[in-house]
């Protein structure tokens, strides 16, 4: 079945510090990928996402490219922000006729002053 | 345009009792998805309904049930608790089935 796969947290790091968090993933087909961020006590928010291979999705300074080749959807961000500190979850949307979404299991993002 | 939102915020349940969460989908959203989140973990698809039907089923027992009305609001039933269905309860609606979702602030369970 589908999978994502997403590197192990917490990610620490310095404000204005450069952020990549990894994201690889298994599925039939040609899913949309997505990147989801939580705030304590908060639902999920859609920070981005791409359809298609080749498609960058970008959002708040955030970037993540749809890699077909090495099933990858990396998030990045040249400078993060105190602000920035959250939980980030890759997801991809169901994929060879599923309707299943599924979720990485997140990777908490702490951001120092 | 409203956002998703889902009541209660918190609940506490016996062990054995039965429990209704509830969710409002964002306006012009005709599908809902509820998911199931463990403390540290990624949220675990439990189902899914698109115009009142069900659409689509993670892997949970069916004593997790759901319905859509037509105003596309959802219910979510859980009987016979167990201790493990402690967890953050979250509502998602979107307009299509694989589109993005939009998730509400979610149910805090507890079950004792």
């Known amino acids: 079945g589908d999978s994502v796969t997403q590197m192990e947290g917490p990610v620490t790091l310095s404000e204005e510090a450069c952020l990549t968090i990894?994201?690889?993933?298994?599925?039939?087909?040609?899913?949309?990928l997505f990147w989801y961020v939580q705030y304590p006590g908060e639902g999920l928010q859609l920070l981005l996402k791409a359809t298609k291979a080749d498609d960058k999705g970008s959002n708040k300074g955030f970037e993540a490219t749809y890699r077909k080749e090495t099933t990858s959807f990396h998030l990045e961000k040249g400078s993060v922000q105190v602000s920035d500190s959250a939980v980030y979850f890759c997801?991809?949307?169901?994929?060879?006729?599923?309707?299943?979404?599924?979720f990485g299991r997140g990777t908490s993002l702490i951001v120092h002053p | 345009e409203t956002g998703v939102t889902q009541s209660p915020t918190h609940l506490i349940k016996t062990r054995g009792q039965q429990v209704t969460l509830r969710c409002s989908s964002q306006?012009?959203?005709?599908?809902v998805s509820w998911y199931q989140q463990a403390l540290g973990q990624g949220p675990q698809f439990i189902f899914q309904?698109?115009?009142?039907?069900?659409?689509g089923r993670g892997n949970f027992p069916p004593r997790f049930s759901g319905l859509q009305f037509p105003n596309y609001s959802s219910e979510l039933n859980v009987n016979a608790l167990e201790l493990d269905d402690s967890a953050l309860y979250l509502c998602?609606?979107?307009?299509?089935?694989?589109?993005?979702?939009?998730f509400g602030p979610g149910t805090r369970l507890t079950v004792t």
């Open positions: 306006s012009g959203h005709n599908t």
């Open positions: 997801a991809l949307g169901g994929s060879g006729g599923s309707y299943i979404p599924t």
């Open positions: 309904y698109y115009r009142e039907e069900e659409n």
């Open positions: 990894n994201c690889t993933y298994t599925a039939t087909g040609y899913p949309s």
């Open positions: 998602a609606s979107s307009d299509v089935g694989l589109s993005e979702q939009y």
